[in-house]
């Protein structure tokens, strides 16, 4: 079994930067992947970015390709999301996702974490 537990988020202003964190816990050697989703008020979840377990090949979304950056780190089984030039259209609810199979724009990952907001407004 694999937990996920989302930290990171808060407010920032226009152009700003936040970094998401995600602690895996588990059994981690059953995962192909770990992603990002994010949800804002009255939209549908969005994928934002993925990453392979073992291999560290990234995917992203169209929306955010060439501001945000997924990593993983392999001694602590953390995944981040570094998040800049951040945009209000970037607010959302932002969700940690991992799955045994691969996770693109199309998935619905087996495993998800609880959530964190990240606000970017003036």
Do not use: H
């Not at 202003?13 to 995962?31: N, Y």
């Not at 970015?49 to 990234?58: E, F």
């Not at 619905?108 to 003036?122: E, F, L, R, Y």
């Amino acid at each position: 079994q694999v937990q996920l537990v989302e930290s990171g988020g808060g407010l920032v202003q226009p152009g700003g930067s936040l970094r998401l964190s995600c602690a895996v816990f588990g059994r981690t050697l059953s995962l192909f992947a770990t992603g990002w989703f994010r949800q804002a008020p009255g939209k549908e979840r969005e994928f934002v970015a993925a990453i392979t377990w073992g291999g560290g090949t990234q995917t992203y979304g169209d929306s955010v390709k060439g501001r945000f950056t997924i990593s993983r780190e392999y001694v602590t089984n953390e995944v981040y999301l570094q998040m800049d030039s951040l945009e209000p259209e970037d607010t959302g609810v932002y969700y940690c996702a991992a799955d045994r199979g691969s996770i693109a724009a199309s998935s619905n990952p087996d495993i998800w974490g609880q959530g964190t907001q990240a606000t970017v407004s003036s």
